[in-house]
């Protein structure tokens, strides 16, 4: 898309650079405080507690991913 609008190249540098900073910080800061909600979850429910958080949360995936399936194949 920048090409095709003849985006000045120092301005697409300027907007690629800020795009990677900002989900560099956000999938660092995302991962670091989910793990550390998942190892507070498990001190505090245990590990069968933890095992039951990860089997809910990949059934909610899963549930999602066909949910998601079903709306696009629907007329």
Same mark, same amino acid.
């Given at each position: 898309?920048?090409?095709? !609008? #003849?985006?000045?190249?120092?301005?697409?540098?300027?907007?690629?650079?800020?795009?990677?900073?900002?989900?560099? *910080?956000? +999938?660092?800061?995302? !991962?670091?405080?989910?793990?550390?909600?998942?190892?507070?979850?498990? !001190?505090?429910?245990? *590990?069968?507690?933890?095992? +039951?958080? +990860?089997? *809910?949360?990949?059934?909610g995936l899963v549930g999602?991913?066909?949910? #998601?399936? #079903? *709306?696009?194949? !629907?007329?």
């Amino acid at each position: 898309m920048a090409g095709v !609008s #003849r985006m000045h190249w120092w301005t697409f540098f300027a907007w690629n650079a800020a795009g990677g900073i900002c989900w560099a *910080l956000l +999938v660092g800061l995302v !991962s670091y405080y989910g793990g550390q909600a998942a190892a507070d979850a498990i !001190s505090h429910y245990g *590990l069968i507690g933890g095992a +039951v958080i +990860v089997a *809910l949360a990949l059934a909610g995936l899963v549930g999602f991913h066909f949910w #998601r399936k #079903r *709306l696009v194949e !629907s007329p």
